[in-house]
T-cell receptor, first 114, second 118 residues
């Protein structure tokens, strides 16, 4: 079974609008961490935001926020006020208890139009 | 250095050739990871080092793949007798902390080495 599922291969949004990128995960652990990374065409993975499974508040970092619904095992990324520079691939990832590495989803391509 | 540096950025190899990909992590980072990213896919874990110790190599696809980090800093991923299915971007990442489940221990990635096997 997929540990990280990103069901949206591509998303389109107009500049200045908000967009939500979906991520669901599968784990039986109680302690885990969820990450979002951005990968522009240059190829480098850029860390955006982190949510720990025990964090009571949804994580926020500037224009990025994470809509964490633990019971539904979802960790959707919300980007407010989209900018042209937000056009990139976005990956959701998870670190489970007992592991140092991250498991990534297949990604969502976001295109922001003027 | 300021970030994770990988070289070469692009490598074209003939099938059967050996290749070596280098990763220079952020100075002082304990953990180092290698990932393989096929076109249109997410990164897939290959191997993990804590300092010079290779603690997890469960993702290496075959015994043609070998990684080392002899002095706990620079790492090399070597692929012997390359095959077409090895064509991918190889991403290296480092993180400050070692140990399992180290919370928000963020992985910082390099720009990757794109390998094309003809």
């Amino acid at each position: 079974a997929q540990k990280i599922t990103q069901t949206q291969p591509g998303m389109f949004v107009q500049e200045k609008e908000a967009v939500t990128l979906d991520c669901t995960y599968d784990t039986s652990d109680q302690s885990y961490g969820l990450f979002w990374y951005k990968q522009p065409s240059s190829g480098e993975m850029i860390f955006l935001i982190y949510q720990g499974s025990y964090d009571e508040q949804n994580a926020t970092e500037g224009r990025y926020s994470l809509n964490f619904q633990k019971a539904r095992k979802s960790a959707n990324l919300v980007i407010s006020a989209s900018q042209l520079g937000d056009s990139a691939m976005y990956f959701c990832a998870m670190r489970e208890s007992g592991y140092s590495t991250l498991t990534f989803g297949k990604g969502t391509m976001l295109l922001v139009s003027p | 250095g300021a970030g994770v540096s990988q070289s070469p950025r692009y490598k074209v190899a003939k099938r059967g050739q050996d290749v070596a990909l280098r990763c220079d992590p952020i100075s002082g980072h304990v953990s180092l990871f290698w990932y393989q990213q096929a076109l249109g896919q997410g990164p897939e874990f290959l191997t993990y080092f804590q300092n010079e110790a290779q603690l997890d190599k469960s993702g290496l696809p075959s015994d043609r793949f070998f990684a080392e980090r002899p002095e706990g800093s620079v790492s090399t991923l070597k692929i012997q007798r390359t095959q077409q299915e090895d064509s991918a971007v190889y991403l290296c990442a480092s993180s400050l902390l070692g140990g399992q489940n180290s919370g928000a221990n963020v992985l910082t990635f390099g720009a990757g080495s794109r390998l094309t096997v003809l």
